[in-house]
């Protein structure tokens, strides 16, 4: 880790307000030298779908300090309906898998409610769990080799992401309309990732890895921002702005949408979102530019605010450029701004590489031979040292 040019953690957003989480890191820094910069990022400000995360990169001190905004946000959260207004009708080998059955129906609607978890097209998705589709049994990626204990289902309740079904079944002796599990191919949008992917033949399995996973929006953008700064320091290739980042994240979510369900290019309301989201995130870049090597996903010339459907413009708000987040299902605050710390004041530790960066840096040790900058550069990328590429020394630095 000493050597890494960035730490990046990622945990629930309360991790960083815990005093011994931030603690730990204070003296992380105060012992190496690093520097931390932290953010809470939440997905539904700019995607149709709850994940709030905290994140926190620790930084090698040859990199200047920096700080990690927040994601661009839209006046009112985006809703499922924004982008799935529609979903596909599948395979019945693949619907065989996700269509719940009466004791798992009665099981939702003790525990929670049904009402709870059918999938509402005005609202952001829910926070997607390790746990979708598999509370009653076994977790398929074999962390847990039989179901959630009565006791933890009455205290948590049963959570999930339900669609009804054009048929009905009992349950108990009571007509109720069929649902079935939300189906990894539609999480996948809805949360931001590679769709077009092979999830079957175990798509609760699939289910499970997307429920565990951090949003590629927010690592995407917390990666992209790092780059720039190594960039700016290191004289490495040019990457992609944060904003081309986003953009090119959501393009091939559309595009993986509209090649299974193409009908939504021309959607008034699935159309005009990829129009509000370019416009967001590019408009939110100080280049103000599209690159061509992201997928050009289609743009509608007028914007659709709502349609018969019901389903309102995340566009459409009153104000200035506060957010109006009303919906949301956690009301944790986020911290009042990135928190930024260099703990390095004290030269007195021994540090026993003769080559380490840190103390070079610092002024402790004298600097290494130079190194060729197509050394330099491969370092910076692959993050490899080896006996005759020592770590970078600060008189290679492009400040």
């Given at each position: 880790?000493?050597?890494?040019?960035?730490?990046?953690l990622?945990?629930?957003?309360?991790?960083?307000?815990?005093?011994q989480?931030?603690?730990?890191?204070?003296?992380?820094?105060?012992?190496?030298?690093?520097?931390?910069?932290?953010?809470?990022?939440?997905?539904?400000?700019?995607?149709?779908?709850?994940r709030?995360?905290?994140?926190?990169?620790?930084?090698?001190?040859?990199?200047?300090k920096?700080?990690?905004?927040?994601?661009?946000?839209?006046?009112?959260?985006?809703?499922?309906?924004?982008?799935?207004?529609?979903?596909?009708?599948?395979?019945?080998?693949?619907?065989?898998?996700?269509?719940?059955?009466?004791?798992?129906?009665?099981?939702?609607?003790?525990?929670?409610?049904?009402?709870?978890?059918?999938?509402?097209?005005?609202?952001?998705?829910?926070?997607?769990?390790?746990?979708?589709?598999?509370?009653?049994?076994?977790?398929?990626?074999?962390?847990?080799?039989?179901?959630?204990?009565?006791?933890?289902?009455?205290?948590?309740?049963?959570w999930?992401?339900?669609l009804?079904?054009p048929?009905?079944?009992?349950?108990?002796?009571?007509?109720?309309?069929?649902?079935?599990?939300?189906?990894?191919?539609?999480?996948?949008?809805?949360?931001?990732?590679?769709?077009?992917?092979?999830?079957?033949?175990?798509?609760?399995?699939?289910?499970?890895?997307?429920?565990?996973?951090?949003?590629?929006?927010?690592?995407?953008?917390?990666?992209?921002?790092?780059?720039?700064?190594?960039?700016?320091?290191?004289?490495?290739?040019?990457p992609?702005?944060?904003?081309?980042?986003?953009?090119?994240?959501?393009?091939?979510?559309f595009?993986?949408?509209?090649s299974?369900?193409?009908?939504?290019?021309?959607?008034?309301?699935?159309?005009?979102?990829v129009?509000?989201?370019?416009?967001?995130?590019?408009?939110?870049?100080?280049?103000?530019?599209?690159?061509?090597?992201?997928?050009?996903?289609?743009?509608?010339?007028?914007?659709?605010?709502?349609?018969?459907?019901?389903?309102?413009?995340?566009?459409?708000?009153?104000?200035?450029?506060?957010?109006?987040?009303?919906?949301?299902?956690?009301?944790?605050?986020?911290?009042?701004?990135?928190?930024?710390?260099?703990?390095?004041?004290?030269?007195?530790?021994?540090?026993?590489?003769?080559?380490c960066?840190?103390?070079?840096?610092?002024?402790?040790?004298?600097?290494?031979?130079?190194?060729?900058?197509?050394?330099?550069?491969?370092?910076?990328?692959?993050?490899?040292?080896?006996?005759?590429?020592?770590?970078?020394?600060?008189?290679?630095?492009?400040?």
């Amino acid at each position: 880790m000493l050597r890494s040019h960035a730490i990046l953690l990622e945990c629930v957003g309360e991790s960083g307000k815990d005093p011994q989480v931030i603690a730990m890191i204070k003296q992380f820094c105060s012992l190496t030298g690093y520097w931390f910069t932290d953010v809470v990022l939440n997905l539904e400000h700019l995607w149709p779908s709850r994940r709030e995360r905290w994140w926190c990169l620790i930084v090698n001190p040859t990199i200047p300090k920096f700080t990690i905004p927040l994601l661009p946000s839209f006046p009112k959260s985006p809703t499922v309906g924004h982008v799935l207004p529609l979903f596909p009708a599948w395979p019945e080998t693949e619907l065989n898998q996700l269509v719940i059955d009466a004791y798992e129906y009665g099981c939702f609607e003790n525990f929670s409610g049904i009402s709870k978890v059918v999938i509402d097209l005005n609202k952001p998705l829910a926070t997607a769990l390790h746990g979708w589709g598999n509370q009653l049994m076994g977790c398929p990626c074999g962390c847990r080799s039989g179901p959630l204990s009565l006791a933890r289902l009455k205290e948590k309740g049963l959570w999930g992401a339900l669609l009804p079904l054009p048929w009905t079944f009992k349950v108990q002796g009571a007509k109720v309309n069929a649902c079935r599990h939300i189906h990894p191919w539609e999480l996948a949008i809805l949360t931001g990732c590679k769709a077009d992917r092979q999830w079957a033949p175990y798509l609760k399995l699939s289910l499970s890895g997307l429920g565990q996973q951090a949003t590629p929006f927010h690592s995407g953008w917390i990666i992209s921002h790092f780059l720039q700064h190594v960039h700016q320091v290191y004289g490495i290739p040019k990457p992609p702005t944060p904003s081309e980042v986003l953009w090119g994240i959501a393009s091939q979510a559309f595009v993986s949408r509209d090649s299974v369900l193409p009908e939504l290019a021309e959607h008034p309301i699935a159309s005009a979102f990829v129009h509000d989201f370019r416009a967001l995130v590019v408009g939110h870049s100080q280049e103000n530019v599209i690159p061509n090597s992201i997928l050009d996903a289609p743009v509608v010339s007028e914007k659709v605010v709502a349609s018969e459907d019901g389903i309102p413009s995340p566009t459409e708000a009153t104000g200035d450029n506060h957010q109006d987040h009303e919906s949301e299902e956690h009301d944790n605050e986020s911290p009042k701004g990135p928190v930024i710390d260099d703990g390095y004041t004290d030269h007195s530790w021994d540090c026993p590489y003769d080559d380490c960066i840190i103390c070079i840096s610092a002024g402790v040790k004298p600097p290494v031979e130079d190194i060729p900058d197509e050394d330099l550069i491969a370092a910076t990328i692959t993050g490899e040292q080896s006996d005759t590429s020592p770590l970078l020394c600060r008189s290679q630095l492009k400040v």
